[in-house]
C-alpha cells in the first residue's frame, strides 16, 4: 500500500506553544485520517478528511489536506498538558496504512 | 455496545508455544481488523475481513499466523510456534463501510500486549 511519511517523530513544546504535524505522499491519497494515541493506549479516530484542500477544526485542532491530496497537516493551538500523545495519520481505501506518528509530549 | 473488546489485554508465552486472541467488534461494523504495534511504531497492517471473508493478508503475515472470523461475528487471531520476534500490540479494529466508503474511522480495542520469553 502508499506509505505515509510523517514529520518530525517527536516534539517537546511548552504549554501554550502551537504544534503541527506533517503527513506526506509521494502519490495522490483518496483520504486521510487522523488518530490520536495516548502513552500506553491504542489509536482513537479524530478526523476524515476527503475534499482536495479541506481545512477541519475541532477546538484548538486544525487539520488540513492539501490541494493535491498528497499531504496533510494537523495543528494544535495553545497546547495543553492533556494534548499529551502520538498524533498518527492514515490512509487507505480498503484498509488503512498508518504513518510512524509524531510523539508530542509537553513540559507545563 | 462498549466498542471493541479483546482478550486477553496481556499474555506472556515460551517460545515455540502457540497463542490465540480473541477480537469482539462493534455489532453493527461489518469491516474487522488485525494490526500489530512495537514500541515507536504506527500499527502495521496485518488482515481483514469483510463479514466473514477475509479479504486481503499481508505478505508480512508468515505461514504461522492465521485469522477467522467464523459467522461474520468475533474474530480470532492465532500465532503458532511463536518467536521472540512476535512479541507486541496486537491490536483489532472494525470499522462500517457503505458502499466503498468509511462512514467513520476505525475504533481500536485495547489490545492484546503478547510477550514471548
Known amino acids: 500500500g502508499q506509505q505515509v511519511m510523517q514529520i518530525p517523530q517527536y516534539q517537546h513544546v511548552q504549554e501554550g506553544e502551537d504544534f503541527t504535524t506533517y503527513c506526506n505522499s509521494s502519490?495522490?491519497?483518496?483520504?486521510i485520517q487522523w488518530y490520536k494515541q495516548r502513552p500506553g493506549g491504542h489509536p482513537v479516530f479524530l478526523i476524515q478528511?476527503?475534499?482536495?484542500?479541506e481545512v477541519k477544526k475541532q477546538k484548538r485542532l486544525t487539520f488540513q489536506f492539501g490541494e493535491a491530496k498528497k499531504n496533510s497537516s494537523l495543528h494544535i493551538t495553545a497546547t495543553q498538558t492533556t494534548d499529551v500523545g502520538t498524533y498518527v495519520c492514515?490512509?487507505?481505501?480498503?484498509?488503512?496504512?498508518f504513518g510512524q506518528g509524531t510523539r508530542l509530549t509537553i513540559n507545563p | 455496545d462498549t466498542g471493541v473488546s479483546q482478550d486477553p489485554r496481556h499474555k506472556i508465552t515460551k517460545r515455540g508455544q502457540n497463542v490465540t486472541f480473541r477480537c469482539d467488534p462493534i455489532?453493527?461494523?461489518?469491516?474487522l481488523y488485525w494490526y500489530r504495534q512495537t514500541l515507536g511504531q504506527g500499527p502495521e497492517f496485518l488482515t481483514y475481513?469483510?463479514?466473514?471473508?477475509?479479504?486481503?493478508k499481508s505478505r508480512l503475515l508468515s505461514d504461522r499466523f492465521s485469522a477467522e472470523r467464523p459467522k461474520g461475528s468475533f474474530s480470532t487471531l492465532e500465532i503458532q510456534r511463536t518467536e521472540q520476534g512476535d512479541s507486541a500490540m496486537y491490536l483489532c479494529?472494525?470499522?462500517?463501510?457503505?458502499?466503498?466508503?468509511?462512514?467513520?474511522?476505525?475504533?481500536f480495542g485495547s489490545g492484546t500486549r503478547l510477550t514471548v520469553v
Open positions: 478528511l476527503v475534499k482536495s484542500g
Open positions: 475481513f469483510q463479514n466473514e471473508a477475509q479479504l486481503e
Open positions: 455489532s453493527e461494523h461489518n469491516r
Open positions: 492514515a490512509q487507505g481505501a480498503q484498509k488503512l496504512v
Open positions: 502519490t495522490t491519497l483518496s483520504n
Open positions: 479494529a472494525s470499522s462500517l463501510e457503505v458502499g466503498g466508503v468509511k462512514v467513520y474511522g476505525y475504533t
